[in-house]
């Protein structure tokens, strides 16, 4: 009645548990037949897609491959009644707000918030772009 079955964190949530069963019970191969059916099969398809995915697993690999430190999520406020709450979420980089951005899951918010911070440590500041490749 509350649209559990359109939301795509309950959703997977539900696939989660299916594998982790399927898992347990039969071990790694009938995993991996239905992963190839399933999510690999879609990646090949649209990969665009699954790797928008995950964008806070993004931002700590471009982090790391900085040698930073892991980003840092706050939950800065929630508004709306329980069952429609829209949640903000702040993401700390080396002491320095990146981005903040809401969504109606708190994991929905941190991956938006993630996005917003990648595309800001992607683009070059304008003094590098200025400076051009063969200053310094």
Do not use: C
Not at 24 to 42: A, C, I, N, W, Y
Not at 58 to 63: H, K
Not at 67 to 96: C, M, N, S
Request: aromatic content about 6%.
């Amino acid at each position: 009645m509350t649209g559990g079955r359109d939301k795509p964190a309950l959703l997977a949530d539900a696939f989660e548990a299916v594998v982790a069963a399927m898992y347990l019970d039969g071990g790694l191969h009938p995993v991996r037949e239905l992963l190839k059916r399933t999510v690999f099969l879609q990646a090949l398809e649209n990969g665009e897609r699954i790797s928008e995915s995950d964008r806070k697993s993004a931002l700590q690999e471009f982090l790391q491959g900085k040698g930073d430190q892991p980003a840092e999520y706050r939950l800065a406020g929630e508004t709306g009644p329980d069952h429609q709450k829209t949640f903000l979420v702040e993401v700390w980089i080396k002491g320095e707000r990146m981005a903040s951005a809401e969504g109606s899951t708190k994991k929905e918010a941190e991956q938006k918030a993630a996005r917003s911070a990648l595309e800001k440590l992607m683009v070059p500041s304008h003094s590098e772009q200025q400076a051009g490749p063969n200053a310094g």
